[in-house]
């Protein structure tokens, strides 16, 4: 409830716990969760379903599930006002994904960028659950009547195809879902590859050096934006089109330090790409450095981070199941006694 006495809007997001976050991750999502975590009654997962798409080792993604709930934390999403949980904990995700699967077309499917981008990717192992990827989210969002959800650019195909899901489903039955709205920030939204900066940054990039991550320490922070690619000019301007390398790291610059664009290019307006580039790595390594040993420290406890994510299963396992009873209603599944 907020003050007013209103029922809150909801707000659900996840990030998948495969490969290592990158400050894209970071920028693009979880910094915009924190930001948004009391204005909304949140929902957020890691979503195990989705990493197992693509082929994981078992321990590994275990372990990485670990890791990223303690990094949720550690960036400051606060598990006593969010509901912080594993995908694969609730079980209603997969039933509700089977249903949408009957209102889902198989052409539409295999227009999604993603899924041929992964597919080309992964060409040994194109599975269903590959083609399948948008349903499940559609599941993950739908499930909680959630009216927004905060992600980077390149989820904004899959919001679109989670709307149309919902509104085919509500013309069919009757209004069942709420109809979501993807939360795209206008700086942060699209961070991209320090080596190829007009490409995407991303946690499969066989470049190290073309991704900060979120564990990377100060050093390898600083020596990373000191190789990076920029342009055979020296000014320090946004550009995008003609300066992809500096406007990218302008933008990474300017949400790190809270500053807009402007003040940030005025900042170093007449000083060169190596005293920039070196401003850049700083005030990443200053803020990651906090983030990665309050990491540690949660991780370290055990007991913690168990209870937290048995109490966000058990309060999203609530509202999943009332909307999924509400769907099998509406579809004619029957129930004895019911
Ligand atoms: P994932 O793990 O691939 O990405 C997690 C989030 O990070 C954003 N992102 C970026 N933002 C800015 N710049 C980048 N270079 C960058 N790379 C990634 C993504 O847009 C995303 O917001 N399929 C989702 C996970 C998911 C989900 C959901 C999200 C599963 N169910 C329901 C929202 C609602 C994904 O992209 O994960």
Known sequence: MQENGQKKKVLYSAVQPSGDLTIGNYLGAIKNWVDLQHDYECFYAMADMHAITIRQDPATLRRKTRELAALYIACGVDPAACALYVQSNVSCHAELAWVLNTLTYVGEM????????????????????????????????????????????????????????????????????????????????????????????????????????????RDTVLRKFRRAVTDSESSVRFDPETKPGVSNLLTIYSVFAGKSIAEAEREFDGKGYGDFKAAVGEVVADALTPIRSEQERILADKDYLDGVLAAGAEKAYRTARSTLSKVYRKIGFYRPGK
Do not use: C, W
């Not at 083609?131 to 899959?158: C, E, F, K, N, S």
């Open 110 to 217: 295999e227009r999604m960028t993603q899924f041929k981008d992964k597919s080309a990717r992964h060409a040994d192992n194109i599975n269903m659950g590959l083609m399948d990827y948008p349903v499940l989210m559609a599941a993950d969002i739908l499930l909680y009547q959630t009216d927004v959800v905060p992600v980077g650019v390149d989820q904004r195909q899959h919001l679109e195809i989670t709307r149309d899901i919902a509104i085919r489903f509500n013309n069919r039955y009757s209004p069942t879902f709420t109809v979501p709205e993807a939360v795209i920030m206008q700086t942060g939204a699209k961070i991209n590859s320090l080596q190829d900066p007009t490409k995407k940054m991303s946690k499969s990039d066989e470049n190290p050096n073309a991704s900060v991550y979120m564990s990377d320490d």
